[in-house]
């Protein structure tokens, strides 16, 4: 199949947004086999060309950092915050993560399969194709794999791949709160064997804060993942810059997330690995944060830059990753261009993916086309959803072209 009279944005070489004004893409196999001018398209294959109307033809959208399967409901703690109650208190409550984690436990798998995919649908209708899930909502070992299932279902049952990340280190759980050693623990020597043996995770994450995971326990979680051979992700620098960007840097880590606390020694340190800097401004949007992430630091020291939403119950109930684009621009001046590279080219590093987030030769045929004509319509509008349809593998699985 030849897609053929389309604005690309490949967002490979040097051109900004890799722009080829009047393309097309041939997809064989599911890969993409060529990509270029459309008067260069190979003619052989021009018979089984479908004309795109000179629309914008982008690579499939990829949410690098999701918290997307959870049981119940936080907007009650939404509603408590807007009357004045602070983020930390409701925590101390009971109430925050805490909360979330004692309805994940009680909902049978199904229940976590349906509400996830309702939030699913709504990536999926603004052009995700790869989406990364994390757990972290179980803290036992029981319901951390339960997460984990249900976030490969949601895989084998959408048109979207998932990848998961096993977050047992996201906080302390009720039974482990006058023992975090015990609870380090329980992560390193149960959880992560039990998770690698059942492959059910394909990174592990931490939240390295002063109200979460020191750094000595961070590192703890790391050198445990490592012996199994799985790669490291860090919520790090969130909320005060406890040094967690440059440990998991030590560690090669796949990105480090969040990072508003980052200083230029901390980005320097990233920058001497393969580490790429995930921004999350949902986050800093909801818990109304005035520390900005330093873009201009990364930019100097050429670290790749992603976007995610972070959908999650508590800071981030953002279910829109075109709506994160527009913060990334309008919060953390990013230029469109760069929210674009962060939810394709750099989301998929993120995630250590090298078959995807660009149109090249050899690639995923992960495509997205669009009710526009250029690439920065995409992070300008609030609320508006120009996805005409999405090509997965190859097939259209969204939506028409003609
Ligand atoms: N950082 C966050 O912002 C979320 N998790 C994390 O490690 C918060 C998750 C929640 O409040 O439920
Ligand atoms: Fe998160």
Redesign the pocket.
């Known amino acids: 199949m030849l897609f053929s009279h389309v604005k690309l944005a490949t967002m490979t070489g040097v051109q900004p947004y890799g722009l080829i004004a009047d393309g097309a893409v041939l997809v064989e196999d599911g890969r993409i086999a060529w990509a270029g001018p459309r008067q260069d398209a190979p003619r052989e294959k021009t018979g089984k060309a479908v004309d795109c109307g000179g629309r914008l033809l982008t690579p499939g959208l990829i949410d690098c950092h999701t ?1 997307l399967v959870y049981g119940g409901n936080r907007a009650n703690e939404f509603e408590m915050r807007l009357n004045g109650a602070a983020y930390a208190d409701i925590a101390k409550a009971g109430g ?2 805490l909360s ?1 984690v004692r309805a994940t436990r009680e909902a049978a798998e199904d229940e976590l399969v349906q509400s996830a995919s309702v939030r699913l649908e709504s990536l999926l209708r603004e052009g995700v194709t790869t989406i990364e899930i994390k757990s972290g909502y179980g803290l036992d070992v029981e319901t951390e794999m339960k997460m984990l299932k249900v976030a490969r279902k949601l895989g084998e049952t959408h048109f979207v791949d998932v990848v998961t990340s096993y977050l047992g280190a ?1 906080t302390f759980p009720a039974e482990y709160r006058d023992d975090h050693a015990a609870y380090v623990d329980l992560v390193c020597a149960k959880a992560l064997p039990a998770i690698a043996e059942a492959k059910l995770a394909d990174a592990v994450d931490a ?1 390295c804060e002063g109200i ?1 995971f020191s750094v000595a326990e961070t590192e703890k979680v790391f050198a445990a993942a490592k012996k199994l051979g799985l790669p490291i992700k860090l ?1 790090a620098e ?1 909320l005060s810059n406890l040094g967690g960007a440059k440990l998991a840097a030590r560690y090669d880590a796949l990105s480090v997330d ?1 990072i508003e606390y980052l200083d230029e020694d901390g980005v320097e340190a990233i920058a001497r690995s393969r580490t790429v800097a995930v921004l999350l401004p949902g ?1 800093f949007y909801y818990l109304k944060e005035k520390q900005h992430p330093p873009v201009a630091a990364l930019r100097k020291h050429k670290v790749p830059i992603a976007i995610a939403t ?1 959908l ?5 109930p953002v279910h829109s990753l075109l709506t994160t684009m527009n913060m990334a621009c309008v919060l953390f001046g990013l230029t469109p261009e760069e929210a674009l590279r962060g939810v394709t080219a750099n989301a998929a590093l993120a995630l250590g993916l090298k078959d995807r987030g660009r149109i090249a030769p050899g690639l995923k045929a992960d495509l997205v086309l669009w009710n526009a004509e250029r690439p920065g319509d995409l992070a300008y509008p609030l609320g508006l959803n120009p996805c005409a349809a999405v090509i997965r593998d190859g097939a259209i699985v969204r939506g028409q072209i003609g």
């Not at 999650?312 to 981030?316: E, K, R, V």
């Open positions: 918290h925050g993560i979330t996201h939240f979460a919520h969130q969040h986050a972070d999650n119950p508590g800071s981030s």
